[in-house]
């Protein structure tokens, strides 16, 4: 394995391990709230909010509208707000580095790979019109949160029961999952070994924003058309079937920075992650990795620093609340 590629699964295994201790504790904590046994005492982790983008755009919604930042679930603003601000300046780096249903979502494809010898392709005329379902998701969250509630509407929400224990009602859903609920996933998990990354690709809508977000990201994957052989082999490696070999820079919403391309380019330097002209490239993968780790360090330490990390409930609300 090339030294890219291990560079960027170190980066999102360490990612993909913070927030399985993230969720092992708020189990524990939920544990101790409805077992009301001090022993058991543990404190709530505000990243369990990374699993709320739905609370966070309504946080949007008021933050926009009133100047005021949510303090039931702040971290879920601030995490979403770190991906935007990710994807506005290095393309969708956030799904192919940090995200954890990215990474999932990457380890069934590598599966499926080794299970039946390939990953298959849905045929263009399927491609296309299962693509936009991701987009009809999104647009169908931001009309209703945008234009159907009103920012003192939104505010409200952000103030209900339901709203306040959301990641609770979520842990719950899956500690006592459905027939229905368990069919869903076993269905995602099979497409997921059969089609390269089918979560990301068709139906994820957070990636879908970011993508809008990430083509006017300055950093993009370009090619030096003087020394590119026209191998190819880009087009191949690329997750996203992105026809790096016919572009000069790669502006599509679907570019996620994975830099498999660039990994297997076997002319050095034509392909790269950068700047226009000759303003800046990243160096190397492990630059890459080091930025957006740094980023997201900064931003929490910020949020921290400011008392935007921590949620306003009390201990005696979730006392009352979660049983
Ligand atoms: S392989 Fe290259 S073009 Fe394709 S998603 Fe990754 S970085 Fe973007
Ligand atoms: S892999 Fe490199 S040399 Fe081959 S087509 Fe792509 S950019 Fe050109």
Same mark, same amino acid.
């Given at each position: ?169 979520? $842990?719950?859903? @899956?500690?006592?999952?459905? !027939?229905? =609920?368990? /069919?869903? *996933? &076993? %269905? ?90 000759? $303003?800046?490239? @990243?160096?190397?993968?492990? !630059?890459? =990795?080091? /930025?957006? *780790? &740094? %980023? ?28």
């Amino acid at each position: 394995m090339k030294m890219r590629k291990k560079v960027r699964i170190k980066v999102q295994i360490a990612f993909a391990l913070v927030v399985l201790l993230i969720g092992i504790k708020f189990f524990m904590f939920v544990n101790y709230i409805t077992s009301a046994d001090s022993a058991l005492a543990v404190n709530r982790p505000p990243g369990v909010e990374a699993f709320l983008p739905i609370s966070a755009l309504v946080s949007l919604r008021a933050w926009l509208g009133l100047g005021i930042f949510d303090t039931i679930h702040p971290a879920a603003l601030v995490i979403f707000l770190t991906a935007i601000f990710i994807s506005l300046f290095l393309k969708r780096a956030f799904c192919s580095w940090i995200c954890p249903i990215g990474t999932l979502s990457e380890g069934l494809s590598l599966l499926g790979q080794k299970m039946f010898k390939t990953n298959y392709t849905l045929p263009k005329w399927l491609d296309y019109p299962f693509r936009s379902v991701k987009y009809i998701l999104l647009t169908f969250f931001v009309v209703f949160i945008f234009f159907g509630m009103s920012p003192m509407e939104a505010y409200s929400f952000l103030q209900t029961p339901y709203n306040m224990i959301a990641d609770v009602k979520m $842990l719950t859903f @899956f500690q006592n999952i459905t !027939a229905v =609920g368990m /069919t869903v *996933i &076993a %269905v995602l998990v099979v497409l997921s070994l059969l089609i390269k990354q089918f979560w990301c690709r068709y139906l994820c809508p957070y990636g879908a924003l970011l993508g809008l977000f990430s083509v006017i990201s300055p950093w993009k994957i370009t090619r030096d058309s003087s020394s590119c052989i026209s191998c190819g082999q880009c087009r191949k490696a690329c997750p996203n079937q992105l026809k790096v070999d016919e572009a000069l820079r790669v502006s599509s919403p679907e570019c996620t920075g994975c830099l498999s391309c660039v990994e297997v380019c076997p002319v050095k330097g034509t392909l790269s992650f950068k700047l226009p002209r000759k $303003l800046h490239r @990243f160096p190397s993968p492990f !630059a890459l =990795g080091v /930025t957006l *780790i &740094a %980023v997201w360090f900064i931003s929490v330490s910020i949020a921290k620093i400011t008392g935007h990390w921590e949620t306003s409930i009390p201990l005696e609300m979730y006392k009352t609340l979660i049983p």
